[in-house]
């Protein structure tokens, strides 16, 4: 039998590198870890890039996804048939006819809100960032200070259209094994709302005490979440 690849999704704000504790962990464990990096200019633009990047692996893959890349590969275009299991990591759990936007303002408690935002021009049209004096705050409150300070400078921009992005047809977890691991003190998706979503999905949900930066700060359970959806 094949190994499984885990395919490690970053959202908005963040790349790839957002996972490199959990990737160390899983490949010192001996698993093919791989980090893709989204586009993030639009929302269909993502849920076509994963899949053609999907489309290059072989073998069965487990998909994780933080933040906004819940979205994505809850899209069922997103994903291929060599896909087994998802995991959503502090992330949205998007159904058909949703958009995240819609699913972050449907409980209080988010801190992603216009005053701790930052627009920027790009040629591509608007960027959005978190303002520094704010990232601690509203995305690692749990991370030591340096961490917080470099996440700030190394921000991922996304575009505000990616946040409308929605799909036609039932997600992909409804047909798909899934986990959830929520953060119960998350400022960007408020954690009744993680609830709520992965409730609904009927995924294995494990909490844990953190913020939305829990792939940084909790390594050890996102990568043990993830072990467990490839069991």
Do not use: C
């Amino acid at each position: 039998m094949n190994q499984q690849t885990f395919v490690l999704v970053h959202g908005a704000l963040t790349d790839a590198s957002v996972w490199r504790r959990v990737s160390a962990r899983l490949q010192d464990a001996g698993h093919t870890v791989i980090a893709p990096s989204l586009p993030m200019r639009d929302f269909d633009g993502d849920v076509a890039y994963l899949k053609q990047f999907l489309a290059t692996l072989t073998g069965p893959l487990v998909v994780a996804a933080h933040s906004y890349a819940g979205s994505v590969i809850s899209a069922p275009g997103a994903l291929t048939e060599n896909v087994r299991s998802l995991v959503f990591v502090t992330a949205f759990q998007q159904d058909a006819g949703e958009t995240a936007g819609a699913l972050n303002g449907k409980f209080p408690g988010s801190l992603l809100i216009p005053d701790n935002l930052v627009v920027r021009e790009s040629p591509g049209g608007s960027e959005i960032y978190l303002r520094p004096d704010k990232f601690g705050e509203v995305y690692a409150g749990d991370a030591g200070p340096r961490d917080v300070k470099i996440l700030a400078a190394a921000q991922k921009p996304f575009s505000p259209v990616t946040l409308e992005g929605s799909f036609a047809n039932a997600a992909s977890w409804h047909g798909l094994p899934s986990w959830a691991v929520v953060s119960t003190r998350d400022s960007s998706i408020p954690a009744e709302a993680q609830r709520w979503m992965a409730e609904r999905a009927g995924s294995t949900v494990v909490e844990v005490d953190s913020t939305h930066a829990v792939p940084l700060v909790r390594p050890d359970v996102v990568a043990e979440t993830i072990l467990s959806a490839a069991g």
